[in-house]
């Protein structure tokens, strides 16, 4: 079935040291998400890619890095991660006409030790 | 960014319509109100989303006020498998912010 897919499910990785989490999917969707997702919180939306174009909310910290090489899949690099970054991190893709909405993924939970 | 207040949590019985509130007063004209739902430990699945007019699908129905300052997801025979978090977002230039969802329980 055509879906959004995260890799890995579950990351742990140390205080400071970089960690990529990974998505892709097979639906040929333009635009795709990153969120952050605490615990008991709702997702927050980190930035998107629009084809190429990248938007990211003006509060997303500088440590949160994406990039897009193709439109099958997009990565989140987190250079430096802090104990305050561990959470489930949240892939979503949708077409330009939001039509039949966001596809999400089933999330990476990352763990800081 | 339109905001959206949702009833922290809501309590349903098994087989039982439930009426999910979301009350959205600084939508624009252009967006588009979008409902999901999340489950324990997945991501969000999409429900539903409308313009201006009701809406439904195999999943729910969305009534849109007249003036779409807010919406209901309608759930007609709630389950268990209903049981989840419920948001609702007005989206604009595929740009979907979460509020802090209605956490359904479905009771037998």
């Known amino acids: 079935d055509a879906m959004v897919i995260q890799n890995p499910r579950y990351q742990v990785t140390q205080f400071g040291k970089p960690v990529t989490l990974s998505c892709s999917q097979t639906?040929?969707?333009?635009?795709m998400y990153w969120y952050q997702q605490k615990s008991s919180q709702a997702p927050k939306l980190l930035f998107h890619?629009?084809?190429?174009?990248?938007?990211n909310e003006a509060d997303t910290p500088d440590n949160f890095q994406s990039r897009r090489p193709n439109t099958s899949f997009c990565f989140l690099d987190i250079r430096s991660p802090g104990l305050g970054d561990a959470a489930m991190y949240l892939c979503?893709?949708?077409?330009?006409?939001?039509?039949?909405?966001?596809?999400f993924g089933s999330g990476t939970r990352l763990t800081v030790v | 960014d339109a905001k959206t207040t949702q009833p922290n949590s809501m309590e349903s019985n098994e087989e039982e319509p439930v009426h999910l509130p979301c009350n959205h007063s600084?939508?624009?004209?252009?967006?588009?109100i979008h409902w999901y739902r999340q489950l324990p430990s997945q991501g969000p699945e999409y429900v539903i989303h409308?313009?201006?007019s009701n809406v439904n699908n195999r999943m729910a129905s969305l009534a849109i006020a007249e003036d779409r300052k807010s919406s209901t997801l309608i759930l007609h025979r709630a389950t268990l498998r209903d049981a989840a978090v419920y948001y609702c977002?007005?989206?604009?230039?595929?740009?979907?912010?979460f509020g802090a969802g209605t956490r359904l329980t479905v009771k037998p």
């Open positions: 979503a893709t949708s077409t330009r006409r939001l039509s039949p909405g966001y596809t």
């Open positions: 639906l040929n969707h333009n635009v």
């Open positions: 890619y629009y084809d190429k174009d990248f938007n």
């Open positions: 600084t939508i624009s004209g252009t967006d588009y």
């Open positions: 409308g313009l201006t």
């Open positions: 977002s007005p989206v604009r230039n595929n740009d979907m912010r």
